[in-house]
């Protein structure tokens, strides 16, 4: 499925217009309201709707069940961007997986050709590059898997990983900026990655088999 044959979800926002201070300063702008409407979603069950997986609440948490496998993506695409978000597993749930891609291009399938800022209980803060995403990074947390059911792999692992108990809402900032991008839990910044690929690309929340919860998505776009 094309992302553009995916389904449209109306009337969600993601929130680009609540910029933190730190955004802001990032970019050298002021911040302004810069409001996407809508999500597009793909999932690898064509039949499933786009409910049984992602549900959106009052109060502005999305939440994601987990299966079928699939991702949000926005319908704009960005290369160079400050992204936060907050996320948690559930209260009362095991912690599983997840992730945040970027720079994703080509088609849609699991998992496309991007670069995943993982979510994956204990390894929150790791880089993947799927599809043959070029990244780099020092040596000795440096790995390549050459072939795998999602092409060409690289793993970037973190230094360290902030993460707050189960149920607990935690913060993810990524800043992208050239071939640089760099990953902050909660205030402190667990990887950075270099000579990574160039692109603009949707950005992707991931259901990737279990329950995980997000909220307050804001952006902010960057010169180069």
Partial sequence: MSRTAGTLLSGVTLFLL?????AAEESGKSPRPLTAQAW???????KAKLGEVWTFTSDGVIQCKGTPKGYLYTEKSYANFVLTLQWRT???KKPGNGGVLIRMTGQDKIWPKSLEAQLNAGDEGDFWGLGGFRLSGPAERLKTVPQSPFGKLT???????PVKAPGEWNEYRIVARGDTVTLVINGQEVNRATGCDVVAGPICL???GDEIQFR???LVGLEK
């Fill in 40 to 46: 597009r979603a793909f999932s690898e069950d064509a």
């Fill in 206 to 208: 991931t259901s990737e």
């Fill in 90 to 92: 559930p209260p009362g």
């Fill in 18 to 22: 609540g910029i933190s201070v730190n």
């Fill in 216 to 218: 307050n998505v804001r």
């Fill in 155 to 161: 793993n970037l692992k973190r230094t360290k990983g």
